[in-house]
């Protein structure tokens, strides 16, 4: 098997690139909330970050079911560009049925963000912490509508391959919301400190600013605004179902995933608000490097997708090669960059003259050791992913995720962290073990339905 070009490395970083960044505003998001949150202290941070975690598990099952709208506008696109077809009908058809979808699933899901907030205190959480997760959630629930519509128009412009607006659409996000967080979270003025709701409330305006904006530079596009259409009533009913058919098997994959790492919060918070709040800022540590490989995924994805369409396995083998490399690249500089400087990675988070944030940064330089290894295989499992989505095998990995996470992952957490007595480091090695067995299972399939194309 020949190795990758640089011409392959290149194509790939190009797609990847815009959408690693996109998504690395997604955390910024959540990761400035968490840094203003634990100026708020430790009991908040623990309170907040259920509840970030908790929005997250809807909100990255709500991304997956319209995950696929990229890799079916890709594919229709190849397809129309190699027969010399129209294919802008098709097109724009998708973009009803992914806005459809999105529309339905920030309803649902804001629904059951919040009916999740009322078990907390019987799912073991301390009262005062329930109490913080539940008012920030309130908060946040609005926000998944746009942020969901947001997506959705992501996955058109990264199928048609034009997703440079998103950056400087990133940045503008970033700088919303540190400043809304500040007026809302901390008030200015007359204006009233609200504190964790404040700062929930600024995440959902920021989510709608974003896809504002979005949707206003698909309109000044001249490729992209031709087949731009918010009419989601005239989506066809066939191709609603056909992209609902290959997001549900992403959602469960995404939500296994987001449901693994949100039963491990429940764990951690077991042992209390100081472990809690350690394991809030490292898992947020573990996120960015997860976006970053969210865009490698994505892009080899859709690269994948349009080279099937024309017959071009070959490139969709060395395709793999060139997507784990970039991740593993990355996922290196990262982890010298928390062993190096562990203490200052984790005071952006925590105060360590504050004697609860003393304990807290204790556990979490702890946590971080294991998490710069954990996050190799975080990405290699999520470009696996991505990997045999280009190939629209969507249910592979969700079977896998079954045993990765919840038949090998959880025992071992609950094993080393409770009947071993490692603690918050044995819960951390559990989702090591979950995260490398998906991984391998992932990976292998791929492989064999590549052989299985090539026979």
Not at 6 to 28: D, N, S, W, Y
Not at 193 to 218: P, W
Not at 251 to 272: D, K, N, P, Q, R
Not at 332 to 349: E, M, S, T
Request: positive net charge; charged residues 10%; contains cysteine.
């Amino acid at each position: 098997m020949t190795r990758p070009s640089l011409t392959e490395h290149r194509a790939l970083a190009v797609l990847a690139a815009p959408i690693a960044v996109t998504q690395l505003a997604q955390v910024a998001l959540t990761t400035t909330d968490t840094i203003m949150i634990g100026m708020l202290g430790a009991q908040a941070l623990a309170g907040g970050g259920l509840a970030i975690v908790l929005f997250n598990q809807l909100r990255t099952m709500g991304v997956g079911l319209v995950t696929a709208a990229g890799n079916q506008v890709a594919a229709a696109v190849a397809r129309g560009e190699q027969n010399g077809a129209d294919h802008s009908d098709e097109v724009r058809d998708l973009v009803r049925s992914a806005l459809l979808v999105a529309t339905a699933a920030g309803l649902v899901g804001a629904v059951l963000m919040m009916a999740i907030g009322q078990t907390l205190t019987r799912l073991g959480q301390d009262a005062e912490v329930a109490g913080l997760a539940r008012m920030m959630l309130a908060a946040l629930a609005p926000g998944l509508l746009p942020c969901l519509w947001f997506q959705a128009l992501r996955q058109y412009t990264v199928g048609m391959r034009r997703p440079r607006a998103l950056v400087w659409i990133t940045v503008v996000s970033i700088v919303a919301n540190v400043s809304l967080n500040a007026v809302l979270g901390f008030g200015l003025g007359p204006l009233p400190r609200l504190g964790l709701v404040g700062i929930g409330a600024a995440t959902s305006l920021v989510y709608l600013l974003s896809f504002v904006l979005l949707y206003l530079v698909i309109r000044r596009d001249e490729v992209l605004a031709p087949m731009m259409s918010l009419s989601i009533w005239r989506a066809p009913g066939p191709t609603t179902h056909r992209l609902l058919r290959l997001g549900v098997p992403i959602a469960a994959t995404y939500g296994s995933e987001a449901g693994f790492f949100s039963v491990v919060a429940l764990i951690m918070g077991s042992f209390g608000a100081e472990v809690l709040a350690a394991h809030t800022v490292v898992n947020q540590l573990v996120y960015v490097v997860f976006q970053v490989s969210i865009g490698i995924s994505h892009g080899s994805s859709i690269l994948v997708s349009r080279e099937m369409a024309t017959d071009q396995s070959g490139v969709a083998t060395r395709m793999a090669r060139t997507a784990l490399l970039q991740g593993a690249v990355v996922a290196a500089l990262i982890a010298v960059f928390y062993l190096a400087v562990p203490g200052l990675v984790l005071g952006a988070f925590l105060d360590q003259g504050d004697p609860n944030d003393a304990a807290a940064i204790d556990v979490a330089t702890q946590l971080l050791v294991v998490a710069a290894v954990l996050q190799f295989a975080d990405s290699a499992q999520n470009i696996g992913v991505g990997l045999l989505r280009g190939l629209d095998d969507t249910k592979a990995g969700f079977r896998a995720t079954l045993i990765g996470y919840w038949a090998i992952g959880l025992p071992v957490a609950l094993l080393l962290g409770r009947l071993a007595g490692l603690g918050p480091v044995g819960v951390w090695l559990g989702l090591l073990s979950g995260l490398t067995t998906t991984a391998l299972l992932l990976l292998r399939r791929y492989a064999r339905a590549l052989a299985a194309v090539n026979r």
